[in-house]
């Protein structure tokens, strides 16, 4: 191994044990009180450090809304590999929009910190793209060849709405458990299909 390749695996690291930390002490603190005293204190490392590898407070939160959706995006990915059917597709794709673990108020507030700023923010709206185009893309693999193409664009808009809505509230405090998400937007999806429909799902 080289020493760039060894020193650019290191950074990596590095980063990715900030990021971790940082994570750590946003759910302890909240946005306000995720310094970056904490931050290095909860890595353990000097102060210093986290200037090498972010650019400030708001580099962070990025790095860490990006994490919390690529393990969104694996908890989706992990029940889908189990599914049998389409409708236990669209369990897996409801069931992964809400965590463990994730589905919390803190991690709600940071994502909704992104959205706010994704309207002047184009990496924030970047990031917000390939959430709700990775979402798109899995409710088509459930829904293709069963609704027609306008019929399919208003129930993934109504079901992609309300997981969001869903994530508001649990950043007001709302006491809703990933369950609970889960029960909701699925409830909204049986009451948009019709009955041939959900029997094509399940078949």
Known sequence: MTKIAFRTRIEDL???????????????????????KRICD??????GILSYYFKGKEDVLFAM??????LLMEAVATG?????????RLEAIIAGNFPEGLFEPNIANAWLSVCAASATNQRYARLQRI????????????????LPDARFKQIALALGTMIDGLWLRRATGEPLTPQDG?????????????????????A
Do not use: C, K
Not at 16 to 34: C, D, K, N, S, Y
Not at 65 to 70: E, I
């Open 131 to 146: 959430f709700y185009a990775r979402l798109q893309s899995n409710l088509a693999s459930v829904f293709r060849d069963v």
């Open 14 to 36: 590095r980063r990715r044990e900030l990021i971790e930390a940082a994570h750590r002490v946003f759910m302890q603190h909240g946005l306000g009180g995720m310094t970056t």
């Open 65 to 70: 809304v990006r994490l919390n959706n690529r």
């Open 42 to 47: 909860e890595a353990g490392m000097s102060p």
């Open 80 to 88: 889908l590999a189990q599914a049998t059917t389409r409708w236990g």
């Open 182 to 202: 889960a029960v909701l937007v699925l409830g909204v999806a049986v009451a948009l299909l019709t009955e041939a429909e959900r029997a094509q799902l399940a």
